[in-house]
């Protein structure tokens, strides 16, 4: 119009700008940066992660065990309360128990700087956003991608064992850390599934709540109710086994004190379900 040389953008313009999708270099920037920072803090606790004291959960997330252990002791006997950010972004991860995550066992070596850094046993690489890392189910033992990919021999179905301690697993329980591949999402939440039809938890420990229920169901059919307290398959001893196995992983006192009161806390629930269950008895499930 003015033919002067420069023009005021119209609204429309402005707006388009505005709105204007970010590239693919900006959006990769962006994506390696949140991935290098769900590397390096805690979303529960929002400090850094310690690498001998980080959990995961079913969706190759990273967390600092301590927060995991403080977030499911119940809100009464903690003090100072938890705040409620804290509280909601723990109610986002689906943790209700110790059995949904994993502390992982990560090897330390240290770097040019003299930092100690997480790496892959078997490549020496150092893991984090810029390496492709898994851990195994239910050993907790973390490699990188590729390592691991090479050790690979045969089909899905076969038992593999852990290169760090000879634990076995089977393809399904490597557990790709902080995935942002659609497909493997997908697949870890397809797994999830399968284990909760099972009647497993993410640590492929039983889940008490859902064997009771099936359980029940069972014997309603059978028509039997006076053996609702036998436990099957000796699952007393797995429940110690279990107990141990933690204990023994763990490295600082704090930590041990805090794990114990979460174990209390997760019997005495159980107990109480138990007494429920016992009122309910008779009664249609739901
Ligand atoms: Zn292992």
């Known amino acids: 119009m003015g033919n002067d040389g420069g023009s005021i953008p119209k609204r429309r313009e402005l707006v388009r700008e505005a ?3 970010p590239t693919t270099s900006e959006l990769k920037a962006t994506a390696l940066e949140s991935l290098s920072h769900a590397w390096a803090m805690c979303p529960l606790s929002d400090a850094p992660l310690d690498p001998a004291n980080t959990a995961s959960d079913w969706r190759g997330r990273l967390y600092s065990y301590e927060a995991i252990l403080q977030c499911l002791i119940p809100p009464s006997s903690t003090e100072p309360a938890r705040p409620e950010a804290q509280q909601a972004e723990f109610a986002r991860t689906g943790v209700k128990t110790l059995k949904d995550v ?4 990560f090897a330390l070596r240290s770097d040019e700087k003299g930092r100690e850094a997480r790496a892959c046993p078997i490549s020496l690489k150092e893991l984090g956003a810029a390496t492709r890392s898994v851990y195994v189910v239910p050993c907790g033992h973390v490699f990188a991608e590729a390592a691991m990919k090479e050790l690979e021999v045969a089909g899905p179905e076969t038992e593999r ?5 000879s634990a076995t697993f089977v393809e399904r329980d490597v557990i790709p850390i902080l995935p942002t591949d659609e497909a493997e999402v997908d697949k870890l939440a397809k797994r999830i599934d399968e284990l909760k039809a099972l009647g497993l938890t993410h640590s492929l420990k039983k889940d008490k709540g859902s064997g009771k229920k099936k359980r029940k169901a069972e014997e309603k059919e059978k028509g039997t109710n ?3 307290r036998r436990e099957p398959d000796g699952s007393r001893t797995e429940k110690k ?3 141990n196995g933690i204990s023994s992983r763990i490295n600082n006192p704090m930590t041990a004190s805090l794990t114990a009161k979460v174990l209390a806390e997760q019997e005495e629930r159980t107990k109480r379900r138990k007494i429920i269950e016992g009122h309910r008895r008779g009664e249609p499930v739901r």
Do not use: G, I, N
């Open 19 to 21: 709105a204007r999708l």
């Open 102 to 105: 994993v502390k992982l066992r």
């Open 161 to 165: 064992q852990c290169p760090e301690c």
């Open 226 to 228: 006076e053996d609702a």
């Open 241 to 243: 086994a279990s107990k």
